[in-house]
């Protein structure tokens, strides 16, 4: 849900004072970005039962404190908003209690592990009157993603007809498995077709490539996604996550009278000894680092106006619904349904 921004108000110059809620790679990172590129705010509180990663998290925010849990720095008073950070299977118990205390979220993908949790989070989200939640969807705030999105609306190329996704990692730990393929990864592109073609998710088909003799063992990847929106849409989507040669996320969108694309890298190209070479990411931090840093910017801007600027927690709900049908889609290699629940009254205006 995105606002115009209000006139200036006492609320509005208010500095934020931010709990982020997990110390581990996301949050640590979450927590640099604060302290050194967000204005109007600063880390306060780290909540994380691993001490070891707490002490490192607060090395560099030296003005925030520890709690090891999220109903000590709620009593505390030591906050003014929440970042979730935790892995998604975390994210319930902290939700809860923040949405009770009032405070606003900002909670990294998923919003939960599955359709049933995500509508309680709902549900109580409802109850207190108030959206607080907004979910990270960080593409959403991708320049490139942005300006597809636009292009689409405006249909000065036609209809948007197809979407071909491209999203690879160099490598995976051994722990990866296959279902995370889908709620980990293509979660990503669950959400962002819906975004770039303004319509849910109405089934999904997973197809698989050769195997890569490279990937974890027990991984059969890369595998091949078919998203097919309400609309029509077909987006499809290549999840490799053992590439090798770096992080690299793509789209290329089909209209009736054009091709667009996005996700190329730019920088330095060289030529030598007969071939061109340009460097790849290597990782989301690097790929994503300017949507991250405009989604908690444009996070603080709104919680100072008591709104949010980004997904809802209906869009959490809508991706976890889709997942499930991405889950049985992959392991039943059948074509799945996604199904909803009828949208809230509540959310209307998202």
């Known amino acids: 849900m995105s606002q115009a921004p209000s006139q200036p108000s006492a609320q509005s110059e208010k500095h934020l004072r931010i709990a982020v809620v997990g110390a581990g790679l996301m949050g640590a990172d979450h927590v640099i970005r604060i302290e050194s590129r967000i204005v109007g705010a600063s880390v306060a509180a780290i909540v994380e039962p691993d001490e070891a990663r707490a002490k490192s998290a607060l090395a560099t925010a030296p003005g925030a404190k520890w709690f090891k849990n999220i109903e000590d720095a709620i009593s505390a008073n030591a906050m003014d908003a929440v970042l979730i950070a935790t892995p998604g299977q975390f994210h319930e118990p902290v939700l809860i209690p923040a949405i009770a205390a009032g405070l606003p979220i900002l909670c990294e993908k998923p919003l939960a592990p599955d359709s049933e949790i995500s509508m309680r989070i709902v549900e109580t989200e409802i109850a207190g009157g108030k959206q607080l939640v907004q979910v990270g969807f960080m593409r959403r705030f991708d320049a490139e993603y942005m300006a597809l999105r636009e292009l689409i609306a405006s249909s000065s190329k036609g209809e948007l007809l197809g979407l071909h996704c491209k999203h690879r990692n160099p490598s995976v730990p051994d722990s990866y498995h296959n279902d995370m393929l889908i709620f980990d990864s293509v979660v990503h592109e669950i959400d962002v077709v819906r975004f770039l073609a303004d319509s849910p998710i109405k089934s999904v088909e997973v197809k698989h490539f050769k195997r890569n003799s490279k990937s974890p063992e027990g991984l059969q990847e890369p595998i091949l996604v078919l998203l097919e929106t309400e609309s029509q849409v077909l987006a499809t989507v290549e999840m490799n996550v053992s590439v090798g040669f770096g992080y690299q996320v793509k789209t290329e969108a089909i209209f009736e009278s054009g091709i667009a694309d996005i996700g190329r890298v730019g920088g330095m190209e060289v030529a030598y000894d007969g071939a061109l070479t340009t460097q ?31 997904p809802s927690a209906w869009d959490g709900y809508l991706a976890a619904a889709a997942v499930e049908a991405g889950l049985e889609a992959i392991q039943t290699g059948n074509k799945v349904a996604a199904k909803y629940a009828a949208k809230p009254a509540f959310y209307s205006a998202s």
């Open 280 to 310: 790849e990411h290597v990782t989301f931090k690097t790929r994503f680092a300017a949507a991250y840093d405009s989604q908690i910017q444009r996070w603080v801007n709104a919680v100072k106006r008591g709104t949010i600027d980004g």
